[in-house]
């Protein structure tokens, strides 16, 4: 019954997210242009007026419901059929990029946690706080140009790291997309067992003589993953904040990156002249992204529910 109330209320959060997101987007783009005697341009005011901005949602609800498709964005193509082709497209990196985050990030956080006080701890919990300490931006230009330089100097085959159609850009891709989602459950997992360790289940079982290893993954990580995977949802706005920079980066054709060129504005205007914005895909993929992130909400929330209880049992015993 708590999880449903937990649903319930992600879907009420959602359905206003959403709501705001779009009424955001619909803001008209008016402009006031102040000129000289001779015409030449001196300045321009943004002005913003409720009436343009209810025009504008009304305008944009008529569109919606009376265009089948969401309308045409190209010769039989409707922008329903272009944003979910782009949005399935990048779900093939996303998804990836979401289980190795978790899966490896865990692991390396059990090291992490086994290396802390030997040498090993330089290659262990140092080089996830370094990884996180520097912005993924120059870690991903660096590595792009550390493959190419790789490439000139013949010690690696040739690897394609922009475009969006071979199996390399996928792979290269959902690794750049997945560095810092990586480190973070990295630490995640680190601090969780860190705070794991006091308990007198772990004193007993090394008592009993049971290797370290085997009490890591499997008594202190059973008891430790309701608390890491209540950071799912975290880690999911870390991938898709990511993408957009993974996707300009590699010029993957994504959702991100046709996200971007439907807001994005020509530096070149005329005096006089208004931007009229009519944000049909863009909506459309703010819509598809706030759901991925409610759907990773729901998820997170179901089976730090279902695991839970077993905790406190674990505990108790």
């Known amino acids: 019954m708590n999880i449903v109330k937990k649903i319930l209320s992600q879907s009420i959060l959602w359905l206003i997210t959403f709501s705001l997101l779009v009424v955001f987007m619909l803001l008209p ?3 006031e242009y102040e000129s000289g005697e001779a015409e030449n341009f001196i ?5 913003y007026k409720i009436d343009s901005h209810i025009k504008q949602i009304k305008e944009f ?3 919606i419901t009376h265009n089948p498709g969401l309308g045409e964005y190209s010769d039989n193509i409707t922008n329903l059929e272009h944003i979910t082709d782009k949005v399935l497209k990048s779900m093939w990196i996303i998804i990836p990029a979401l289980f190795l985050s978790l899966i490896v990030g865990i692991a390396k956080g059990i090291f992490d946690y086994w290396s802390k006080d030997k040498k090993a701890s330089i290659i262990g919990k140092g080089s996830t706080w370094l990884f996180l300490s520097i912005p993924d931006l120059f870690i991903i230009i660096s590595l792009q140009l550390s493959i190419i330089a790789l490439y000139e100097m013949g010690w690696i085959p040739h690897i394609k790291i922009y475009g969006s159609d071979s199996i390399d850009n996928y792979i290269i ?5 997945s560095i810092y989602p990586f480190f973070y459950v990295a630490n995640i997992t680190y601090t969780s067992f860190k705070e794991e360790e006091s308990n007198d289940y772990i004193r007993t079982a090394k008592s009993k003589g049971i290797h370290t290893f085997k009490i890591l993954y499997i008594h202190i990580l059973k008891n430790c993953m309701p608390s890491i995977l209540s950071h799912t949802n975290t880690v999911i706005l870390y991938i898709l904040s990511n993408l957009f920079i993974v996707e300009r980066l590699t010029d993957f054709r994504g959702a991100a990156f046709y996200f971007w060129e439907s807001v994005r504005y020509s530096p070149m ?8 914005f009519f944000p049909v895909d863009t909506i459309g993929f703010i819509f598809y992204f706030t759901i991925i ?3 990773a909400n729901t998820i997170s929330n179901i089976v730090t529910g ?4 077993n905790r406190k049992a674990d505990l108790e015993k």
């Open 29 to 31: 783009r008016d402009v």
């Open 43 to 47: 300045d321009a005011h943004y002005v």
């Open 61 to 63: 609800y008529h569109y």
């Open 173 to 177: 891709c959902i690794l750049f997309l």
């Open 269 to 276: 205007f005329a005096v006089g002249q208004q931007f009229a």
């Open 293 to 295: 992130i409610f759907f």
């Open 306 to 309: 279902w695991t839970s209880p």
